[in-house]
Structure formats: structure tokens, C-alpha cells
């Protein structure tokens, strides 16, 4: 992602460089997170996250004032987690916004960028992963984990971090190799903050009805000691320079969802073992250097929750308030109505499933 802010968004500049080379008006209620997850901080992780409500990066005050508003109640921030005397973590319990940190998965993503720059270069010598070697000291396992130990510390004493984001986008030609870390990943997890799920993230692409745009490939990542939940994020395409409403594509999810359920199947992936959360599109039109993000309509973002909660997910998910590659163009959940509402569409829709 270069100077794009590098992993802090699900398939984001990763996949545009390799293309390149009915609820109130959209004001859901919602019970907030820690009556939706009871189990934070004292019971198990069976259940995930409950029927939470997530917007991705919700990360100034502003920020979860505008979010709250529209029922999200847990948001994911990539770095570290915010500190309890920081303005944001004060605006974020104030409305009832708990936090799931992504930390994990930026510094295990710099160790696979730093392996795709010595032991997994990228066949044909095109890395569109990580074009440098931004943090060439993550260079191990051990250096990860030692980063990882350091940052549960200090989520074990912030009472508003109930869950972690610890894997993201993946490069095409290093399938796996991020299965056994996420294990021990994991066993740190439950060590220092038994309670909080670890939740591993997996990218598709919309496509056309009836096709998958899916890499099989990415659930090798996938394993029952690694992952407690799993987050599935599904957007269109990247890199198209004209604008496109994105009418042509499947928002449903139909095929998609299915394909991706048996790759992780294969994996010993159940919905009984590592609930799912359904991570829809939250933004639009120009995006980058001189692309266009397909969509978005109300419609489009509420058949793709209600894909998602139909299949099985028990959490919903949105990206995102903020990107690097964002510009004053494109439409966001701050500045469009239209994905306000169908933020809230989406809500009202998966929560009747849910009942």
C-alpha cells in the first residue's frame, strides 16, 4: 500500500496494485457491545462477539459520535489500542463503542511483507503485496510474538478492547504460511486475555451471478487452534477508472459465501466453532490515484448484509470511516446518507434473522 497507509484496511491498494500492474431512516437501535458479547471479561469465546455491530476504524471522537448514531457498537483500529487517558478511547466508551484491536494483523503482515522480500519472493519478480520492505526488523516469528505478548499486555488492561483482528490481506503466492504463527498467536491470546476472540480475516471480490472471485488458496491461513472467529470481507472489483453503479454484480453473495465456506470447511472451519462476521462495503466513487470504486446503493449494501446474516453470520461489519486512499470525493458513512441508510437497513435486516 505504500504511502497509502500499508494494511490498514481489509483488500484494499493490495489488490488495486495487483489489478493495476427499512430502519429509521438509517438509525438503528442496538443494545450496546457489552450487552451484546456478556461474556467479555468473564466467561469463554464460544460465542464471539454476539450480534455485534462493527464499523471498521472508527478512530477520532467525531468519528464515534457519527457512528454511534447509526448503531455501531465496536469498531476495529489498526496500531495499537487507543490508551484509557486518549480522547478517543474517553469518545468511544462514552458511545458505548467497544474496541477490537487490529494491531496483531498490521505487525504479522509486515513479517509476511518481509518474507516476500527474501524467502517468498513473488513468481515473475511483481511484488503487489508490498512493493519494499517497510519493517525489515520484523523479520521472525519470535519478533512478532514478542510484539504480540507486549500489545495483549496492555489490551488485558483496557477493559474496552473485547476482541482482536490478527490476520488481513495475504499475498497470492504464500498460501499458508501464516497458519502455525496465528497458533501461537492464538495460545498468547488465551493466556492473557482469555476472553477476547481472535478473529482471522479472509478477502473476496464481488463478482458477477454465479461466478466467485475467491482465492482458495487464502483459507490454508485458516485453523480451529488459530482462529475463534472468522471475519469474511467481500467488495467490488479495484482498479476500474470509470465510474460504475456496480448493478451488474451479485451484492447477494450467493455463490460467493458457499464457495468460501468450503475452502475453510476443508480447513475444519464450522459456524459452530468460529462464528462469522460479515464485513460489507461502506464506500464509493473516487477512490485512490484516478480509480472509482463500484456502487452504492441502499439496496446494494442491504442485500449484502442481509447475504452475510442469512448464511450464518451472527455479527455485521462495515468498512469503513477511514481509509488511506480515501479523497474529499469519495462517499463515505461520514458524508453520505445513502450509506447511512443502508448502514441501518443492513442492521434492521440481520437482526431480524437474528431473532
Keep these: 500500500m505504500g504511502d497509502m497507509q500499508r494494511w490498514s484496511r481489509p483488500l484494499s491498494i493490495v489488490t488495486l496494485a495487483a ?36 464499523g471498521f476504524t472508527v478512530d477520532t471522537p467525531s468519528r464515534a459520535a457519527g457512528a454511534a448514531s447509526l448503531g455501531i457498537n465496536a469498531t476495529v483500529l489498526y496500531g495499537e489500542s487507543p490508551t484509557p487517558s486518549s480522547g478517543l478511547a474517553k469518545a468511544l466508551e462514552r458511545n458505548g463503542i467497544s474496541v477490537i484491536d487490529g494491531a496483531i494483523s498490521s505487525e504479522l503482515q509486515y513479517w509476511e511483507c518481509h518474507r516476500t522480500h527474501t524467502v517468498a519472493p513473488p513468481p515473475g519478480g ?23 505478548a507486549a500489545e495483549l499486555e496492555r489490551d488485558a488492561q483496557r477493559p474496552y478492547v473485547r476482541g482482536l483482528w490478527v490476520l488481513d490481506d495475504w499475498p497470492y503466492w504464500d498460501y499458508g504460511s501464516a497458519r502455525v504463527l496465528l497458533q501461537k498467536i492464538h495460545a498468547l ?19 458477477r451471478p454465479g461466478r466467485v472471485a475467491w482465492q ?20 467490488t472489483p479495484f482498479g476500474r477508472r470509470k465510474p460504475s453503479n456496480g448493478d451488474e454484480l451479485d451484492w447477494s453473495m450467493q455463490s460467493l459465501l458457499p464457495a468460501m465456506g468450503d475452502s475453510l470447511a476443508k480447513q475444519g472451519w464450522t459456524l459452530a466453532h468460529a462464528p ?36 450464518g453470520a451472527s455479527a455485521i461489519a462495515w468498512w469503513a470511516w477511514d481509509d488511506g486512499a480515501y479523497l474529499p470525493k469519495t462517499k463515505t458513512p461520514e458524508d453520505s446518507r445513502v450509506i447511512d441508510d443502508g448502514i441501518g437497513e443492513g442492521i434492521g435486516a440481520c437482526q431480524n434473522i437474528w431473532k
Design 276 to 311: 462469522l462476521v460479515g464485513i460489507g462495503q461502506a464506500w464509493s466513487g473516487r477512490y485512490g490515484d484516478g480509480y472509482y470504486q463500484p456502487g452504492l446503493s441502499r439496496k446494494q449494501m442491504l442485500d449484502q448484509a442481509r447475504g452475510f446474516c442469512t448464511y
Design 126 to 148: 511483481r511484488n503487489d503485496y508490498c512493493h519494499n520492505d517497510e519493517r525489515p526488523g520484523v523479520d521472525s516469528d519470535a519478533v512478532v510474538l514478542r510484539y504480540v
Design 19 to 54: 489489478i493495476v500492474s427499512a430502519c429509521g431512516g438509517g438509525r438503528t437501535a442496538v443494545p450496546p457491545f457489552a450487552n451484546a458479547y456478556p461474556n467479555a471479561r468473564g466467561g469463554g469465546v464460544a460465542d464471539g462477539l454476539g450480534h455485534a455491530i462493527v
Design 189 to 207: 491470546a488465551r493466556a492473557k486475555v482469555p476472553h477476547d476472540p481472535a478473529i482471522c480475516g479472509f478477502a473476496a471480490t464481488l463478482a
Design 216 to 235: 482458495r488458496g487464502l483459507a490454508l491461513n485458516y485453523s480451529n487452534d488459530g482462529c475463534d472467529m472468522v471475519g469474511w470481507y467481500a467488495y
